[in-house]
């Protein structure tokens, strides 16, 4: 059972094993906060979707299957949409398009397709608790390390001081790519000294 | 019977998820109309702080003060910057022939370099700006009041947001000397 | 019997790389000479640091691989070099560093180490500090001023203003500009030297200085206000990447002709990123541009057996 939560925490981390969700991840993940907001709004859907498709699919048909997933995760993704712009317009103007498209996030439909469709809710929301969690670590790090260098902050608050010359590389798609690979590459050098 | 369960199954889906998104909607539609508005009067309120009245005229606002008396009016412009489309909010004296002052709405210049035309110092240029015959962009200290400085490594930025001015008060003063 | 399939040359000879990059470093000289005239005491510790990023990443990433170390090949002495001089005058010491470790680590090693590398490693590390750093990579000073008095390049003076600077003043190098690229003069001298003892393959150059005269020709003929052939001859990085950039063994293809379309499109390139981009100077990007396009030029011009 813990099994379950752990996995998708660590060892098959939806960003940095399954290297899955690249659009958001590259996206947003600007500055801290962005990428905390999207992990949110990421753990949102994902456990919605995921224990509702748990709940009723025994009654869904196999020929239609995706159909009925994606109109879930739409509804839920949706939902948050409407939830930031109405509540945080500041944070719906920052992440711009990127929420709507979690819609077509591989993660989501990918554990709805793998793991809810074939197991109970209990065990359901256990699996897309973990792999949403790791999501959030995931862009959170992301975020942190380019807004440090991109703007010398974390969360807006300031970590280097005046001598610091931003890199401001870090904060466009460029960075994105490096740090991401930079963090691929840590993560592998880390598993490879554990074993 | 398979095709009947799988006609069944779907609609539902879609007849809960319409069902829930809309009552949410319902919900939520009005926070974002005032959100939206309320972010348009902040920004007029930032260009021209002594405004007491606005009135919403088909495509832009007028201005009035305590006395009632017209302070000027805002528009909406929109146009090419270096990576995305600008969109810039910005004052017109009654006579047409001022800026009152610009919020840069959204745009998607280079953070750090082009975005700095939503930066204080580069807008406060543009208060009190003549726009007349045009606003001119210089690289060094501007000496004529209808002239701005450019950003510092970001000209094309800087030329993007005279530009997008330049075209929307031409056209401005067309349709009203109309009138 | 095992057969062996490889290009020319068959028949080598006991230089190795050691050898030719001393000989590409003497091919340098008369272009850091230049510089330091031109921008005195800043251009040798720019030169330094630059050095001291490239050869300290080096060695410390063989070391963490745990492989001999490759300092005796001098490739790292040479990136370093190349770095500073694309690297404008007035640009802070630890800048120059960090371009340094950025051209050895992302440019190169994580490849797989010399001879691996799809971009020109130099050319790496200015593009990484170009997006870092933009307002620095873009400021520059006139030459021969120690207080940095700041002076527009003259491709910008061309692009921004319609100014044109004396063909004179680009060819010795009495402009503004990266540490190297300024004297013409100088670069003609180091990269003649290198074709002449065939360090440096002449097809390359020539395929980039024919691009590059027919589009600008083009372009003058119909507004000369877009320069002569000369003008983007002389100017910018242009004859920098023409003998030091397109002739890198490694990042540019094997066959001749694709040693030749290579620098064609780098020509072409170039005028057209100074014409029609938001920047002035578009060396660095075509050249890195057709780094990516190397591989398949090479499948495009491989060599047929005679009769196929």
């Known amino acids: 059972m813990k099994n379950v939560f752990k996995k998708g925490l660590w060892e098959n981390h939806p960003i940095f094993k399954q290297l899955l969700g690249m659009c958001p991840t590259l996206a947003v993940t600007t500055s801290a906060i962005n990428g905390l907001s999207m992990g949110l709004a990421i753990i949102f859907v994902l456990n919605f979707s995921s224990g509702i498709v748990s709940l009723i699919r025994k009654f869904i048909p196999p020929q239609v299957r995706i159909a009925v997933y994606t109109i879930i995760i739409a509804t839920f993704v949706t939902l948050a949409d409407l939830f930031l712009k109405a509540f945080f317009p500041s944070i719906s103007k920052a992440l711009g398009p990127y929420v709507p498209l979690i819609v077509v996030n591989c993660i989501i439909l990918g554990r709805a397709e793998a793991f809810s469709s074939k197991n109970p809710p209990k065990l359901a929301l256990l699996d897309s608790l973990g792999v949403s969690l790791g999501f959030l670590w995931g862009l959170v790090l992301l975020g942190s390390l380019r807004e440090l260098l991109g703007a010398g902050t974390i969360f807006g608050i300031k970590v280097l001081g005046d001598f610091f010359e931003k890199w401001v590389v870090m904060v466009l798609p460029a960075g994105a790519f490096l740090v991401l690979g930079f963090l691929v590459g840590v993560i592998n050098y880390i598993e490879r000294k554990r074993r | ?179 | 019997m095992k057969l062996i399939v490889e290009v020319s040359p068959h028949k080598k000879a006991d230089y190795g790389i050691p050898w030719l990059m001393k000989e590409v470093l003497i091919g340098l000289a008369p272009v850091i000479l230049a510089s330091i005239i031109f921008f005195r005491i800043r251009a040798v510790f720019l030169i330094i640091s630059c050095l001291l990023g490239a050869v300290i990443s080096e060695e410390v990433w063989m070391r963490l691989r745990k492989k001999p170390s490759s300092l005796r090949d001098y490739s790292a002495v040479i990136t370093g070099i190349l770095l500073a001089l694309v690297l404008p005058p007035k640009l802070p010491l630890w800048v120059g560093f960090l371009g340094g470790v950025i051209s050895i680590i992302l440019g190169k090693q994580v490849f797989g180490g010399l001879g691996q590398n799809i971009f020109n490693p130099a050319l790496v590390g200015r593009a990484f500090l170009m997006a870092a750093f933009p307002v620095m990579l873009t400021s520059w000073v006139e030459p021969f001023s120690l207080d940095a008095v700041t002076k527009a390049t003259p491709l910008a003076l061309w692009k921004f203003s319609k100014e044109f600077t004396p063909l004179k003043d680009l060819f010795l190098g009495n402009v503004a500009g990266s540490l190297g690229e300024t004297s013409s003069l100088a670069i003609i001298l180091g990269g003649g030297y290198l074709i002449m003892r065939k360090i440096a393959d002449w097809r390359a150059p020539l395929g980039m200085f024919l691009g590059m005269s027919i589009l600008s020709g083009i372009f003058y003929l119909v507004n000369p206000l877009g320069g002569s052939i000369l003008f983007h001859l002389f100017s910018g990085g242009a004859l920098l990447g023409m003998f030091f950039m397109v002739t890198d063994p490694v990042t540019t293809p094997v066959s001749k002709l694709g040693r030749f379309l290579f620098g064609l499109f780098c020509g072409f390139l170039v005028i057209i990123l100074r014409k029609f981009s938001g920047l002035p100077e578009g060396v660095m990007y075509s050249i890195l541009i057709m780094n990516g396009f190397t591989p398949l030029i090479n499948r495009l011009t491989k060599p047929r057996p005679l009769g196929r």
């Not at chain 2, 199954?9 to 508005?37: P, Y």
């Not at chain 2, 047409?96 to 370099?113: F, N, W």
């Not at chain 2, 726009?131 to 450019?150: G, H, R």
Request: aromatic share 8%; glycine share 6%; net charge positive.
């Open chain 2, 1 to 179: 019977m398979k095709t009947l369960r799988v006609v069944l199954v779907l609609t539902l889906v879609s007849v809960f998820s319409a069902g829930t998104l809309s009552f949410f909607e319902l919900l939520a539609e009005k926070r974002i109309a005032e959100n939206e508005k309320r972010e348009i009067e902040e920004s007029i309120f930032t260009i021209v702080p002594q405004t007491e009245k606005i009135e919403e005229v088909k495509d832009y606002y007028k201005l009035f003060d305590k006395e009632g008396d017209l302070l000027g009016y805002i528009f909406l412009a929109e146009g090419q910057g270096y990576q995305g489309p600008v969109k810039i909010l910005f004052g017109l004296k009654p006579n047409l022939e001022e800026l009152l002052g610009i919020e840069i709405i959204s745009h998607q210049e280079t953070p750090g370099l082009g975005a700095k035309i939503d930066s204080g110092e580069f807008k406060q240029q543009f208060r009190r700006l003549r726009v007349l015959p045009k606003i001119e962009y210089l690289k060094k200290k501007p000496s004529l009041p209808n002239q701005i400085q450019a950003i510092t490594a970001a000209t094309v930025s800087s030329r993007s947001v005279v530009n997008i001015l330049n075209k929307k008060i031409d056209q401005i003063r067309k349709e009203f000397k109309k009138r």
